[in-house]
């Protein structure tokens, strides 16, 4: 363990480049992804970075910050391979999990407790997933929750103007990530779960004016940029997008009610982290476990008051949930050994529902592709556990060797969805062909398939083409003669059915919109 306290960075970076080898590069693209990668792609290509566009088209509905970087990743590293398109993302993945162990250092954990922490945050199974569902989320969590860790710091010792523009330049960051979202669902939570616990808040009003002033200037000035240059549409942006918070997605109130589930291997002592406080009065009395239970438990209300839900929202809450889920490991860890089995139930259940899957996903694995080093390790680890219920041994190591547990996983999980699809169509097969070509379409086609074409596509209208031969990508099925029905003056050169679902279609709901016909077409 002494050599963990050393190097606790190396570790969680490991764990992290473990995520990356195996999971970043096989996973496809997904539509909330698109969007960010092809914008962050017609930025460089067309040198806009003020007015981003997505397919040619003003892309204003999230702020820039997580494509710029997007850009300027694919830019340092002068490559278009995917690894390098989500890379900020890692990143901010690995400032989650930094900010974690320094967090929990600040209310009073140890080193090796803290690194548990740490790893705790990037093993919760939707704080990963959201780095593929919507990239701009992480950053701008990712960035407040930072933010809050040293705004914690300068209430529990002393504020001064380097920290006020640190704090005020990260929040404002992170409101360039995602608009002021963070503000509400990690924010505003922490300081009214800080109030409900210390009573109150000690900060002067010069500091507050210097915080919000940086936060007001770094967080809008894109704003202003936009409003000045193209006013317009800003509004029509803005407006859509509030709208959809009461008119979009609807979701009853107890929608987030199983939020905790979205922690993946770390369900079962969450929910516990949430209740022993309120029932056990050696917890009770750490006022920094009632700070972070209080913090998910406001986070989850708030989040529960908007009428748009979906369950990405709930990312932010994972964060104070992965600390307060710390406290209770912690308590085992130390008193496991003086309870009953009866009282310890939940962490015996978590460790036979690991111990479940450790076995089952494995054995699916090596009864398709065979035997591999870490589906063998998968299982061993599982097993292992059997070992550490007869002992009751449940210390730091048994929990760091659930993290290895979670890293093999995301060894085998990926490689049993990737490219299974046998109808799979590479860009090889048409590539060539529509070099210089423009490509239109019929229908209104999703960014996802944008970027797998990658080139941009226009609306079809026929009567302003003047090229002699270009792309028509469409649903329909049209063949040599029904294509004279829409344009007698067209024949058909060329015709791919393009299917761009890497997995089955039958596991891949978003199936219908990554398969359609692509034409090449001449006039005659």
Request: net charge positive.
């Amino acid at each position: 363990m002494s050599f963990l306290k050393k190097y606790y960075f190396l570790i969680i970076i490991l764990i992290l480049l473990i995520y990356s080898i195996s999971t970043f590069n096989l996973i496809e693209v997904g539509i909330m992804e698109a969007r960010n990668f092809q914008t962050a792609k017609e930025m460089v290509e067309d040198n806009n970075w003020l007015l981003p566009t997505l397919n040619g088209e003003p892309r204003y509905q999230k702020p820039p910050l997580p494509t710029w970087l997007t850009a300027l990743s694919v830019l340092l590293f002068n490559s278009k391979s995917i690894i390098f398109y989500r890379i900020p993302a890692i990143l901010l993945l690995f400032i989650i999990g930094i900010t974690s162990y320094f967090f929990s250092l600040k209310i009073k954990f140890n080193k090796n407790e803290s690194l548990i922490n740490g790893l705790i945050t990037v093993s919760s199974i939707y704080i990963i997933a959201i780095i593929f569902e919507a990239p701009w989320d992480i950053f701008a969590h990712g960035f407040m929750f930072l933010a809050i860790y040293f705004l914690f710091s300068s209430l529990e010792n002393k504020f001064n103007l380097k920290q006020n523009i640190l704090i005020g330049l990260l929040i404002g960051l992170s409101i360039m990530s995602k608009g002021p979202i963070s503000i509400y669902v990690l924010l505003i939570p922490f300081l009214l779960s800080y109030l409900l616990v210390y009573k109150k808040i000690n900060v002067s009003i010069s500091d507050l004016i210097q915080i919000l002033f940086v936060s007001i200037i770094s967080g809008s000035l894109w704003y202003v940029y936009v409003y000045i240059q193209d006013y317009q549409t800003l509004l029509d942006t803005t407006s859509q997008e509030t709208k959809n918070w009461f008119n979009y997605n609807l979701k009853p109130f107890y929608y987030y009610w199983d939020f905790f589930i979205n922690s993946g291997i770390w369900l079962i002592p969450a929910i516990t982290s949430l209740i022993l406080p309120f029932i056990n009065s050696k917890i009770s009395i750490n006022k920094n476990h009632l700070l972070t239970c209080y913090w998910v438990i406001i986070s989850v209300i708030l989040l529960s008051l908007i009428p748009e839900k979906k369950t990405r929202y709930i990312v932010p809450v994972l964060m104070p949930l992965a600390l307060n889920t710390g406290f209770y490991i912690n308590y085992i860890i130390k008193y496991s050994k003086q309870k009953s089995i009866s009282s310890l139930w939940p962490i015996y259940l978590n460790f036979i529902l690991i111990s479940i899957a450790g076995i089952i996903i494995p054995a699916i694995y090596i009864y398709n592709y065979g035997f591999s080093f870490f589906s063998t390790i998968t299982i061993i680890i599982a097993l292992s556990f059997i070992y550490n219920f007869y002992k009751r041994e449940f210390d730091k190591a048994v929990y760091l060797k659930i993290i290895l547990f979670f890293t093999m996983i995301n060894f085998i999980l990926p490689q049993m969805y990737s490219n299974t699809n046998t109808n799979y169509t590479s860009t090889d097969l048409f590539h060539q062909d529509i070099k210089e070509l423009k490509l239109y379409s019929d229908y209104k086609i999703t960014a996802d398939l944008i970027w797998n074409l990658n080139k941009k596509v226009r609306k079809l209208e026929l009567s302003k083409i003047n090229d002699s031969i270009f792309v028509l990508i469409s649903n329909k099925n049209f063949d040599a003669k029904n294509i004279n029905i829409i344009e007698n003056k067209l024949l058909i050169k060329k015709k791919i059915k393009l299917n761009f679902n890497t997995t089955t279609e039958e596991n891949n709901r978003y199936r219908d919109r990554l398969a359609t016909n692509l034409y090449i077409l001449s006039k005659k």
